[in-house]
């Protein structure tokens, strides 16, 4: 199919039937790609589809089993990603490469410092940092002296593109780049990426957001389950053509039905005038079975909000009402065994034990409730192992065994985990911070049920995203925090547009009074 | 409008390399607190008596050089727990081979350095090529010198002749020769962490040993050569020591905790235990508080266990502090 859209253009870059296995998946089956210099190629596909794969044997990190790469024409086999990297192929990972502790000009540098006699010239190092940061015009941003660990997540990122850039790169491929980035700085990464397209270079994304995609990408590859289901060019699809090809079906809705006023029961959270260092005077009320949807831009307090009401940096001032009793929420064991869940944002970092199997990850918020010298003995052993096959059938993981370390599941399934955790210690107020952030779109539909199940079990549920959509498609209610604070409360459904003028701080309907009108949920 | 210039201070203050290391607070703290309480109790002593003061930097000779290597392992993401022993074998060996013939020196240190530099690329081969956990690693080549020196030699067998003693013992116009030598060796190894290659590549490989691969770092070379520099500074300790002492023993190492205060001085100086962070700098300084600590309570005439259970406090005291710290800082 590439073959289709070959222009006058030579291919700078070119994978031809490539293969690569690993133990019990075909992880790149006959894939054929072409990518052109001064072309955006983005790279899309479910969890698992074989994009980062791909990724990693054009950069040399894997060795594909049969198959071949073409760089500018020539047959290459990279042993090792500095011998890609030596060509011109640069990769940035996902998970950041830059040493902490580290200067910016060290890191660009590292390993090719400029030296005599094995004695770093410091003064030039600098200098040739500051060069780099320039070409791609972020100078005034980031000081080749400025440690790494001081900077964004978004700035660590262009220091990651200088550093591809000074090692001459032709090729630079990107593993979700904006996943962590707010809006602005999206749109200071996608202007770098225009300018760099104008130099010829080509550029290789992989993302799951798919608006970026039509956004910026000129063409797009589909995988799915490690085949090449087509490269297309982006003029001439729309985004459901994508995802049609990425699922191979149609999705005919994303989201559950919203919630109905019946579902809706009394207020089990209230929180008056909840403030912290993060947090700033924050009124909210939930209702059993509902879905309250958190919206707000990154910084505005959307975490630090799941985190007071889950006692991790709790309020500090303020009144705060648990199924009408006033109380306070200290720490996180006591919002256990208050029946209050907390899905993390950073499911790796806090989610997850990666290193423990399946199983016990699955059994450890209801562990924590139990004794600490509870004896566990035979029962308990069975109990919990038909405990963990129900709630594996409940979310719905496919793994060939619980005793699998969780680190060696993929995004989507390792979400499925921590959800199936918090399932088990059966709360009743579940607090989910981007239950689907990086996950595939099949998974995503997987949690968005479970999700909306739960609150017609009477679960009351708090969802934290930065995906609108998913927000829309989701909350019975809206709250935008912005600058600490509510920002404004919107009914469900209301539009982007709304969202965003409340997160933005150009439409205050902040509500002084508490009071939620109980028409409101209805819709 | 283009300037090409970077502002001139910042350039200045990364040439240097120098970043004052919080441990030089607690520094000055425990100095100032120590002699506050040795005007009270001991009649300002340590103040009207300069030689204490040269005794404390005396004091900090041994464990200053050896901590200096242990830092640049630890910058490495490992450690070396064999040093106490191979600074006993150094002790032991110098004097076995220099039985007093100051013509026999030369020849005595050679071999002393060549036996540190292959434990050194034992500990590191260990690490890198083996894949063993380098606290269980340098433990295990600890304990093989250990019984080797046990079953081998006696106590103070040997010794050193009188020219070799004068590295103990003898100055250098006002400074003492060890101190000299101390000052020397935390320069040289500033010199070699902030400024050359080798240095940089420490850091990158201690604070990912996989970004330093994919950077094209020779990552188990890097590693190698730290444990190697590392051993060479456990056998210039050593050196000193039996210079100081005369003859050898086997216990003189593990006596003087030389592997753990080594380590316990490197982290209060602020150096990673994970890798990639810290200095020699900090390490001096967390080897002065030992010093210090040491020569107040000397001083004072406060029981040796009490300073014990201080030194405790210090360590873990400094830790929890740089732990707050960089909590705050991500906050």
């Not at chain 2, 040439?15 to 441990?23: F, H, Q, S, Y």
């Not at chain 2, 400074?175 to 000052?183: A, D, K, Q, T, Y």
């Amino acid at each position: 199919m590439a073959q289709d859209l070959m222009t006058e253009k030579e291919p700078l870059m070119e994978v031809r039937n490539i293969n690569k296995a690993f133990p019990g998946v075909q992880a790149l089956d006959n894939v054929s790609v072409a990518f052109y210099p001064g072309e955006v190629h983005a790279v899309v596909g479910e969890n698992g589809a074989g994009k980062s794969t791909l990724m990693k044997v054009m950069a040399g990190a894997y060795k594909s089993d049969s198959g071949t790469i073409l760089f500018q024409g020539e047959i290459e086999s990279f042993n090792h990603p500095v011998e890609a990297q030596e060509m011109g192929i640069s990769i940035i990972y996902q998970e950041f490469n830059l040493l902490p502790e580290r200067t910016v000009a060290q890191n660009i540098f590292l390993g090719r410092e400029p030296a005599k006699i094995g004695i770093v010239n410091l003064r030039q190092l600098n200098k040739q940092a500051h060069a780099v940061l320039k070409e791609i015009g972020v100078d005034s941003m980031i000081s080749p002296t400025a440690l790494a660990s001081s900077l964004s997540v978004a700035e660590q990122q262009l220091v990651e593109i200088a550093k591809a850039i000074s090692l001459d790169a032709k090729v630079l491929i990107m593993d979700e780049p904006t996943a962590s980035l707010t809006s602005t700085e999206v749109k200071l990464l996608n202007d770098l990426i225009s300018r760099l397209k104008t130099k010829g270079l080509a550029l290789i994304f992989i993302s799951h957001r798919l608006s970026e995609v039509f956004e910026i990408a000129d063409k797009i590859t589909v995988l799915k389950d490690g085949q090449h289901v087509g490269t297309v060019n982006t003029k001439e699809v729309t985004s459901e053509d994508i995802v049609y090809m990425m699922v191979g079906r149609v999705l005919d809705h994303y989201f559950p039905p919203l919630g109905s006023s019946e579902d809706f029961g009394d207020v089990v959270l209230r929180v008056k005038d909840g403030s912290n260092n993060f947090l700033n005077s924050v009124y909210l009320e939930l209702r059993k079975g509902e879905i309250l949807g958190i919206a707000g831009l990154q910084g505005s307090g959307r975490t630090e909000l799941a985190q007071a009401l889950f006692g991790v940096v709790p309020f500090k001032s303020g009144e705060i009402e648990l199924r009408g009793k006033p109380t306070a929420i200290k720490n996180p064991f006591w919002a256990i065994s208050r029946r209050i869940g907390f899905v993390t944002e950073d499911r790796k970092a806090e989610g997850l034990i990666l290193i423990q199997p399946i199983r016990d990850n699955m059994l450890l918020a209801i562990r924590s409730l139990q004794s600490l010298f509870a004896f566990i003995h035979q029962d308990g052993i069975r109990q919990s192992r038909n405990m963990v096959s129900a709630l594996g059938e409940q979310v719905d993981i496919r793994v060939d065994s619980y005793g699998k370390e969780a680190q060696d599941l993929s995004g989507g399934n390792q979400q499925k985990v921590v959800l199936s955790k918090w399932l088990a210690s059966e709360s009743e107020i579940f607090i989910f911070d981007e239950p689907t952030r990086g996950i595939d779109v099949e998974s995503k539909a997987r949690i968005h049920d479970i999700i909306r199940g739960l609150t017609k079990q009477g679960v009351a549920v708090i969802m934290i995203s930065s995906e609108l959509p998913e927000i829309i498609g989701m909350s019975d209610r809206i709250l935008v925090m912005h600058e600490g604070t509510i920002g404004g409360e919107l009914p469900a459904e209301s539009s982007e547009t709304d969202i965003m003028l409340v997160a933005t701080g150009q439409n205050n309907h902040r509500t002084s009074s508490i009071s939620v009108d109980p028409e409101r949920g209805e819709k | 409008m283009t300037t090409e210039s970077i502002p001139a201070d910042e350039i200045k203050r990364s040439k240097l390399g120098i970043r004052i290391p919080p441990v030089y607070y607690f520094l000055v703290i425990i100095t100032v607190g120590g002699l506050i309480l040795d005007i009270l109790f001991a009649k300002g002593n340590i103040i009207s008596n300069p030689t204490i003061l040269t005794n404390i930097l005396i004091r900090s000779v041994a464990l200053g050089i050896v901590a200096v290597g242990q830092t640049f392992v630890m910058i490495g993401a490992s450690i070396d727990l064999s040093v106490a022993y191979t600074i006993s074998l150094t002790a032991v060996m110098t004097s076995q081979l220099m039985q007093g013939d100051p013509e026999r020196v030369p020849m005595a240190i050679i071999l002393v350095f060549v036996i540190g530099a292959v434990i050194g690329l034992v500990n590191g081969l260990i690490v890198t090529k083996l894949n063993v956990n380098p606290f269980i690693a340098t433990l295990g080549t600890g304990l093989i010198i250990a019984g080797i020196l046990n079953g081998t030699f006696a106590n103070f067998k040997g010794s050193v002749p009188k020219s070799f003693r004068a590295l103990g013992y003898e100055s250098l116009g006002p400074i003492p020769i060890s101190i000299i030598i101390l000052i020397a060796v935390v320069v040289l190894g500033w010199f070699i962490l902030s400024w050359t290659k080798f240095g940089a590549h420490l850091y990158g490989v201690g604070g990912s040993r996989e970004l330093g691969r994919l950077s094209g770092l020779r990552t188990s070379r890097t590693i190698i050569v730290a444990h190697i520099i590392c051993s060479l500074t456990a056998v210039l300790s050593g050196l000193f020591i039996v210079s100081r002492l005369g003859s050898g023993a086997p216990w003189v190492g593990p006596d003087g905790i030389y592997d753990l205060e080594s380590v316990a001085t490197t982290v209060i100086g602020g150096t990673a235990l994970s890798g990639g962070r810290g200095g020699v700098f900090g390490t001096l300084a967390g080897v002065l508080i030992f010093g210090v600590i040491d020569t107040v309570f000397n001083q004072l005439g406060v029981d040796t266990y009490l300073k014990t259970v201080f030194r405790g406090a210090i360590i873990i005291l400094a830790v929890a502090s740089y732990s707050f710290r960089s909590k705050r800082e991500a906050a």
